[in-house]
């Protein structure tokens, strides 16, 4: 198949067609006798392929779908091109050339289980249902213990009402998964359409021993203990419903309904349709299989089946938001954003879209529209408001508008003036904004708040080491610091800084070596080492150091005062 055979190929692309020869006697033309390699001819379409998939590794799923479309132009004849840019076509939501891409990669490899899969979930998510049925059931012929495949057929024909077929394949579907709650779910709505409650209760339970806290399945059950004229179990389950979703109202009026003894069992049918059309779907199995391969971890798999039920149910921002965050997962931002973006600011899951969309903008450093972003947040949710200005104060300190993200984290600290923390976020904030004194000032509140702060000790005690001022109470301060955290690094480097500022350069050396040795590519500490060694009289030692830094350095400014010590160095010995 081309997907196998391309490896090889584009190996000898890489790498020439054969052995290498003796090398001949000069001429005057030494290409005169070169062979010309035929360049195969499925390479074009391997490069846009291989473009393509450097594209989704870079988050660029537009730039992709463009190489995926020129492969497939290059060798049409290709099912697994075709059903590449099918999968692409969906992700862009461009739903018709996706099925006709899926369409024309089963025409090209009638056997091919993913191209098939793709088509039968497109044709069930836009109403084509026969033509789903069809390719389900082709699917199951070529492996009839494909049990995803037997799940969604169950499901598509529970969702037409062929309880029949739904049920055979349902019941399949549990006895070779028994610990799958989904399937023990759908089989129990297939026997309570059936009028069978004695066996619909018990595959409810059977899927809420697998699934405690599933909130369809508790309603359905209540519902089921109702028409069977179980009230005291009826209730008992509307009670764990709304343990589980305090603000579900419908279980709420259930639940005082039976309290007052005004039951409406209309009411109660009701929502069973109610809930019947919003679960009982393909689009609703897609979205469960969707979530496993998302916490699975095979986000290529989440990313169709979460696409696939977004066309069948549009309107359901969950699964849109779950999208989003699969697009976050493998890096493709502009997928990411384009899903958060269109979640409307009526759902209940705006706030988070737009944490989300902020976290992708920040990725890519747009931090004017990620700051928007928060902003949108703040304006819809006042119980998170800690969270996002602490959030919004790091896209400002990201942004280097230090102004802003200091203003902002003052804000958390008006919200949690007790906490410890937030005085030291705040006082770091200062330190990147070379406001010394008000860093002194809140690592200090911090440490009246916690006496035992590490962090806060330390980085008081290298404050105060780096300003060369309160050298004994920056001792004091680190010696603690290292009481709590004995094998930090870090603080074992303030405290042969300390040293070094008194003047007491054998035990900065000390302590600097320690360090070093725990924290083996830190530039800062790696050059306080040199600058020890250099004060000792050690300059052979302190020039291997500045050197070592040199090469653990980034920062452009650190990189031109390491190589200024270095010439220094150099220039006198």
Known sequence: MWHLRWGIVFALLL???????????????????AETVAVPPEAPAMYRYLRARMDLLAGDSRSA??????????????????????????????????????????????????????????YSATGKVPEGIREY???????????????????????????GPAREHLERYTQSNPGSPLGHYYLGRVLAESRELARAERSYEAALKLHPSSAPVLAELGLVHEFRGRRSAALETYEKL????????????????????????AEARAEFDRLRSRE?????????????????????????????ALVERPDDHRVRFFLGLTYSRVEDHDGAAGQFERIPADSEYFVDSRVQLASVYERQ??????????????????????ELFRFLAEVYRKAKDYPNAIEAMHTVVELDPKSDRVHFALGALYDESKDKDKTIEYMQKAIELN???????????????????????????????????PNDGFYIDTLGWVYYRKGDYPRAIEQLEKAVHLVVDDPVIIEHLGDAYLKAGKPDK????????????????????????????????
């Open 451 to 485: 006496p035992d702060y590490a962090a806060a000790l330390n980085y008081l005690g290298y404050t105060y080491a780096d300003l060369g001022m309160e050298l004994d109470r920056a001792e004091q301060l680190t010696i603690r610091a290292l009481e709590i955290e």
């Open 15 to 33: 790498a020439g067609c054969g052995p290498i020869e003796p090398v001949p006697e000069p001429s005057p033309d030494p290409f005169a006798k």
């Open 280 to 308: 009982a779907t393909p689009g609703a199995a897609r979205t469960k299989v969707a979530l496993v391969h998302y916490e699975l971890g095979n986000l290529e798999d989440a990313v169709t089946e979460f696409s696939l």
């Open 242 to 265: 709304l343990k589980v979703d305090p603000r579900n109202d419908w279980a709420g009026r259930r639940v005082e309904a039976f309290r007052s003894g005004r039951r409406d069992l």
């Open 542 to 573: 302190a020039l291997r150091s500045y050197r070592d830094a040199l090469k653990a350095a980034t920062e452009g400014e650190q990189l031109e005062r390491i190589r200024s010590k270095i010439g220094e160095v150099e220039r006198g010995i």
């Open 365 to 386: 450093e747009r931090f004017p529209e990620a700051v928007t972003a928060i902003r949108a947040a703040l304006d819809k949710d006042d119980r998170r408001r800690k």
């Open 65 to 122: 779908h463009e190489h995926y479309k020129a492969a497939a132009g290059h060798d049409p004849s290709s099912a697994f091109l075709r059903a590449r840019l099918a999968k692409s076509y969906l992700g862009l939501g461009e739903v018709d050339n996706a099925v006709a891409e899926a369409e024309a990669a089963v025409r090209l490899d009638a056997g091919d289980r993913e191209s098939r899969g793709l088509l039968a979930g497109l």
């Open 137 to 163: 059931r082709k699917l199951l012929e070529l492996d009839p213990d494909d049990a995803q495949t037997r799940l969604y057929l169950g499901a598509v024909y529970l969702g037409e009402g062929q309880y």
